[in-house]
């Protein structure tokens, strides 16, 4: 058996054990950035509803699943309830695992709750957690004397998406090709290629020596993203579309 037919048996085994219904799975993390190395685990994601009377339930249920964590697979699911507390305030991983390129599984559900967090794109909230991520990824592994090269992926991907959501107003793709083709300047364009064709043929890229022209550009954007980030409106989502899409899932598959 393969190992995406492994993944759909599971998550069907997750529906008949858990007695929910999952609304969508995909791929979560390095493969769905498309820069996956040779050795690298399944990260599958998941949305679920369950049945009507279990959110009646004076003790709550828990609104999270762990099914498995190994060297192959990582499956875990949010609840829709959680899903959607998150997604009022633009949670960026809602936004990520709906545009996940790699879909395991969906219901009909799926696409209009699509639709529902692509009107919840908050600029702000995105932007601040975007700029977060690439500094965090910059002083944490780029700024010592020798650094893990794949960790430029895990700075360069925030700033191109942080960039991408400033200018074109939406939550950015999640295949890194795609935000390097959009927003990366032409000129880092074969040091990037170079380090992405590494990455894909090997387990570990290792440590090596900085990359200045890298370097120079991403400490650079973030302190231009952060003042972006502060120059964008705050808005609020409304509740009403959250509870009316959350009832009519609840009733049409929580029976």
């Known amino acids: 058996m393969d190992i995406i037919q492994s993944i ?17 799975a995909v791929e979560s993390g390095s493969r769905s950035w ?3 190395s040779p050795d690298s685990d399944y990260d599958v994601r998941f949305i679920y509803v369950r049945k009507t009377e279990d959110y009646l339930k004076l003790v709550p249920v828990r609104d999270v699943i762990e099914w498995q964590l190994d060297d192959v697979y990582d499956i875990s699911g949010w609840d829709l309830k959680k899903a959607l507390l998150l997604l009022s305030e633009s949670n960026p991983t809602m936004h990520e695992w709906c545009k996940s390129p ?16 692509r009107e919840c794109f908050l600029p702000k909230k995105l932007l601040y957690h975007y700029v977060s ?15 893990r090269l794949k960790k430029y992926f895990y700075a360069l991907r925030p700033v ?37 064709k590494q990455k894909r043929q090997t387990s570990e890229l290792g440590s090596g020596e900085h990359i200045p022209e890298l370097d120079a550009y991403i400490h650079g954007e ?12 705050n808005r609020k989502n409304d509740w009403a ?12 598959s929580g029976q």
């Not at 559900?109 to 529902?116: D, K, M, S, V």
């Not at 991520?133 to 650094?147: F, P």
């Not at 074109?168 to 927003?183: I, Y």
């Not at 973030?222 to 409106?233: F, M, P, R, T």
């Open 102 to 117: 790699i879909v395991y599984k969906e219901s009909q559900l799926a696409q209009p709750l699509r639709e529902l967090t």
């Open 34 to 36: 498309g820069f996956e």
């Open 8 to 24: 759909k048996e599971k998550l069907n085994e997750i529906e008949r054990t858990e007695n929910v219904h999952i609304i969508m």
């Open 133 to 147: 991520m690439a500094e965090n990824n910059y002083r944490t592994h780029l700024t010592g004397e020798k650094v």
């Open 241 to 252: 579309k959250l509870d009316a899409f959350f009832q009519s899932a609840v009733l049409e």
């Open 222 to 233: 973030i302190e231009i993203l952060k003042q972006l980030a502060a120059q964008q409106e």
């Open 160 to 196: 191109l998406a942080a960039h991408w959501v400033v200018e074109d107003q939406s939550a950015p793709p999640m295949l890194f090709e795609d935000l390097v083709d959009a927003k990366l300047p032409p000129e880092l364009l074969p040091i990037v290629q170079k380090l992405l």
